[in-house]
């Protein structure tokens, strides 16, 4: 329920249960965006304990569980996770009961740490006590291994040794840069199957240097996605994290497709023509479609015998993937063999250990290997399309984008089941002004514990390999490295509760990972959000987000309220006018917003009050580029008749912003209007499948889009050319 106060009572605290639930890292309440107090119920508090593996069925059950959680905590020897950040203070408690403690540590390279740790212990190691160890500053950045003895108890901890900040990047250091954010899906050129593609993004980012002089692309997630039709449209929704989207592979851009045989070549060409006529098409992308066709394109090529120093490079790519390669093809050829997870029952009557799965494996190696093979060509693809970045100029190149989970009937759940929270509860985020009804994204959660006892070795695993091909990374909700907004089955979006997360432990990560490419990470911390995490992010230096649309001042939430003048922004931060959950600019100036809302019914209230607000919200702006001397007050009484001149004023507005990195949407380039994405949908939208088109609805092909004047007009604004 609702309250007026904004902390919760001293007889709230005191009860079993709320106790219980903090125990465990469970918000038993929070502010939202609103800046309204809420307190989580305790049917749903009980469930969320439930998801971590703990009873609170009864008040018996409660307490039990109470002090199971206790004796635990009491009977740890050391932390699994252990957190240093050099330079600045890291104590962790070594509960010894009493015995002399020995300690080791061994290095990330192999070796062991010269120093002695023991030197660090203090404490009285009394019986029921514990000693503590200061880390030492010497202690080098990486990934290590920290075992301890005391007397009859054992244990090993992984110690993660971090910069204490990312530092920005020598040519970010040394200006402001900018960069275009393109779905990349979106644009297509004669060479594509239907679909954007690797090839299209290699060209989009080498002409975005040459003829826009921008530093930087952020892109859709490339996460990967099922292996044959039915595919998922939305990149934030993807089968594993840990590997790429096969489906943006170009057949015509792997080494072995100039030697496939006359008779393939033309049955590849036949694929091709088949589906080409939709790179013209401006009718939502045909996903399933392109993908059937190039599928067996991409089989042919496979088929061609490689040379020795390709297979060599081949046979590297899977040792160095590990077994999560393995994994992920063998769900895969599950997928293809036994059907749709959703269809059947062999997701859930499956594992990784069963008989019919080793035997499936077997049987189909050939196909295995296939699977194996398409990540290993959209690595390659990928890693080409940054080095064409970086060579054509780009400061930072491609930047990817980390979507928040992966789908509940994905590889990474079935063969992994133990590091998520699954079958009882998913993620999402509370209501807010812009989701009224909050979100359920569908996606089981990981497990904190899980992460804690495993050194959050599936968390680094990812971010390495984000980083092996981009000079940055976004994160989508970085607000759930804190803590993530859990929704038990039956309870609706409202129906949730956040439970924490070790935010040191993954942000240690994003530093080291970051640091070692000389890249950058970018947290999107939109909605709700409190005050702290910002204030963490800045001190690790990790950007945060600005966006015009959304910055009012004194962050009111209220549309119509004062917009903030973009020099008040956040330095370290990437500023933009615009974000791919909102209709581009030339659309929101339009009210699409409005009109696409109340057209799919996800109006909580009258649709004359949401479009009283969006008029607030959009005279606000026009108020703030009047004062700000960007247009007249002729034009801001206009708006429909100079949409290009107001969307060049609010991007000319944001180069008065402090933020290290500036952004512009490649749809406000071209004008488009239509939406890409409306949050709180799946099938009843054509989310990420709009292919890009000007405000004629004609559509912009990968070669054209920078040679666009148009384009060119956005690109001198943000060159501070115009």
């Known amino acids: 329920m609702t309250q007026t106060q904004q902390t919760e009572s001293a007889e709230r605290i005191a009860r079993p249960l709320i106790q219980l639930a903090k125990l465990n890292g469970i918000s038993t309440s929070y502010i939202d965006q609103l800046g309204t107090y809420v307190e989580i119920r305790d049917e749903v508090l009980v469930s969320v304990l439930a998801a971590l593996g703990v009873d609170a069925s009864s008040d018996e059950a409660i307490t039990a569980s109470y002090a199971a959680t206790q004796q635990r905590i009491a009977d740890t020897l050391v932390e699994p996770t252990v957190v240093k950040f050099i330079g600045k203070e890291a104590v962790t408690p070594i509960r010894a009961k009493g015995n002399d403690v020995a300690l080791k540590l061994t290095l990330e390279d192999g070796t062991e740490y010269a120093g002695d740790l023991t030197a660090y212990l203090t404490g009285s190691n009394a019986d029921d006590g514990s000693l503590q160890l200061t880390l030492p500053d010497d202690i080098p950045a990486g990934y290590h291994t920290l075992a301890v003895d005391a007397g009859p108890l054992h244990a090993e901890a992984a110690l993660i040794c971090a910069p204490a900040r990312i530092e920005l990047p020598p040519a970010v250091a040394e200006k402001q840069r900018w960069g275009w954010m393109a779905q990349m899906y979106s644009i297509r050129s004669a060479e594509s199957w239907g679909?954007?593609?690797?090839?299209?993004?290699?060209?989009?980012?080498?002409?975005?240097?040459?003829?826009?002089?921008?530093?930087?692309?952020?892109?859709?997630?490339?996460?990967?996605?099922?292996?044959?039709?039915?595919?998922?449209?939305?990149?934030?929704?993807?089968?594993?994290?840990?590997?790429l989207n096969v489906t943006y592979i170009r057949p015509q851009d792997i080494a072995e497709y100039a030697e496939l045989n006359e008779a393939d070549q033309a049955e590849v060409a036949r694929l091709h023509a088949e589906v080409s006529p939709a790179n013209d098409?401006?009718?939502?992308?045909?996903?399933?479609?392109?993908?059937?066709?190039?599928?067996?394109?991409?089989?042919?090529?496979?088929?061609?015998?490689?040379?020795?120093?390709?297979?060599?490079?081949?046979?590297?790519?899977?040792?160095?993937a590990g077994p999560d390669l393995r994994a992920f093809a063998a769900w895969s050829v599950a997928f293809q063999v036994w059907g749709a997870p959703w269809e059947g029952t062999w997701f859930k009557d499956t594992n990784r250990d069963s008989p019919e799965v080793v035997e499936l494996m077997r049987e189909h190696a050939d196909m295995v290997d296939f699977e194996c093979w398409l990540q290993w060509i959209a690595d390659e693809q990928v890693t080409a399309a940054q080095n064409a970045a970086r060579d054509s100029g780009m400061a930072l190149g491609l930047m990817q984008d980390m979507a928040v989970g992966v789908h509940s009937l994905g590889a990474d759940v079935w063969w992994n089941p133990e590091r998520f929270a699954v079958g009882s509860v998913t993620v999402g985020c509370p209501p807010d002004f812009y989701n009224q009804q909050g979100q359920d994204w569908g996606q089981p959660p990981f497990n904190p514990n899980?992460?804690?006892?495993?050194?959050?070795?599936?968390?680094?695993?990812?971010?390495?390999?984000?980083?092996?091909?981009?000079?940055?990374?976004?994160?989508?909700?970085?607000?759930?490295?804190?803590?993530?907004?859990?929704?038990?089955?039956?309870?609706?979006?409202?129906?949730?509760?956040?439970?924490?997360?070790?935010?040191e432990a993954m942000i240690a990560i994003l530093t080291i990972e970051a640091s070692r490419v000389n890249g950058l990470v970018v947290g999107e911390d939109l909605g709700t959000v409190p005050d702290y995490v910002?204030?963490?992010l800045g001190e690790h230096g990790l950007l945060g987000c600005m966006v015009e649309w959304f910055a009012r001042v004194d962050d009111s939430p209220n549309a119509g309220d004062p917009y903030a003048d973009p020099s008040t922004y956040r330095k370290y931060a990437l500023a933009s006018v615009t974000t791919h959950d909102l209709p581009p600019t030339a659309g929101y100036l339009q009210f699409e917003h409005v009109k696409l809302r109340e057209q799919l019914h996800l109006l909580s209230g009258p649709v004359e009050e949401f479009q009283a607000s969006a008029t607030a919200e959009r005279d606000a702006m026009m108020d703030r580029l009047v004062e700000s001397g960007l247009i007249t007050p002729e034009v801001a009484g206009d708006v429909e008749g100079h949409i290009q001149e107001i969307v060049e004023a609010m991007h000319k507005m944001l180069l008065k912003s402090p933020s290290v990195?500036?952004?512009?949407?490649?749809?406000?380039?071209?004008?488009?209007?239509?939406?890409?994405?409306?949050?709180?949908?799946?099938?009843?939208?054509?989310?990420?499948?709009?292919?890009?088109?000007?405000?004629?609805?004609?559509v912009v092909h990968t070669d054209e889009v920078f040679d666009l004047p148009r384009v060119q007009s956005l690109a001198a604004i943000m060159n501070g050319e115009k």
């Open 195 to 243: 679909v954007g593609d690797y090839g299209d993004l290699k060209l989009l980012l080498s002409d975005a240097a040459t003829k826009s002089h921008a530093d930087f692309m952020l892109i859709n997630p490339i996460h990967a996605t099922a292996p044959v039709p039915p595919l998922e449209p939305s990149p934030y929704l993807p089968e594993s994290r840990r590997f």
């Open 281 to 320: 098409s401006i009718e939502p992308l045909d996903i399933n479609s392109a993908w059937w066709h190039k599928r067996q394109a991409l089989q042919l090529v496979y088929n061609v015998p490689r040379s020795v120093e390709r297979q060599a490079a081949f046979d590297a790519f899977k040792e160095a």
């Open 450 to 503: 899980y992460l804690a006892k495993t050194g959050y070795g599936v968390y680094r695993e990812m971010v390495h390999n984000m980083f092996s091909h981009a000079g940055a990374v976004r994160i989508d909700h970085i607000l759930g490295l804190f803590r993530l907004w859990w929704i038990p089955q039956g309870e609706g979006a409202r129906g949730g509760a956040y439970v924490t997360y070790d935010y």
């Open 534 to 536: 910002r204030t963490v």
């Open 661 to 698: 990195l500036l952004q512009a949407a490649l749809v406000d380039g071209v004008g488009e209007t239509r939406t890409q994405n409306q949050p709180g949908t799946s099938s009843e939208y054509s989310n990420w499948r709009v292919p890009l088109a000007g405000p004629d609805l004609k």
